[in-house]
Nanobody, 115 residues
Framework: QVQLVESGGGLVQAGGSLRLSCAAS????????MNWYRQAPGKQRELVAS???????NTADSVKGRFTISRDSAKKTVYLQMNSLKPEDTGVYYC?????????WGQGTQVTVSS
């Protein structure tokens, strides 16, 4: 059974940085993509950054140039480096793996950026 556990969230001042981690346990036979989503209060969950199994990355326009997704395959961990954080980056950040015909989700980690 695949489980994803996020960590690294917290409270940071605007302009600061955080690095989120998503550690996977279990096995996915055919991994397609690894994603980071976020959900702000009262808003829909949105895709922030993604990485294909081949390592191709993409980030949302709202975070482009500030957020970077990366992975350590040996540790089965995906990271989201967040720099120059803004108050509008506040929300719960979720890790999502897509593979074997389904999606897997972590429990989320709270990121709060104060102005």
């Amino acid at each position: 059974q695949v489980q994803l556990v996020e960590s690294g969230g917290g409270l940071v001042q605007a302009g600061g940085s955080l690095r989120l981690s998503c550690a996977a346990s279990g096995s996915i036979l055919s991994l397609n993509a690894m994603n980071w989503y976020r959900q702000a209060p009262g808003k829909q969950r949105e895709l922030v950054a993604s990485m294909t199994a081949f390592g191709r990355t993409n980030t949302a326009d709202s975070v482009k140039g500030r957020f970077t997704i990366s992975r350590d395959s040996a540790k089965k961990t995906v990271y989201l480096q967040m720099n120059s954080l803004k108050p509008e980056d506040t929300g719960v950040y979720y890790c999502n793996f897509v593979g074997d015909g389904r999606g897997y989700w972590g429990q989320g980690t709270q990121v709060t950026v104060s102005s």
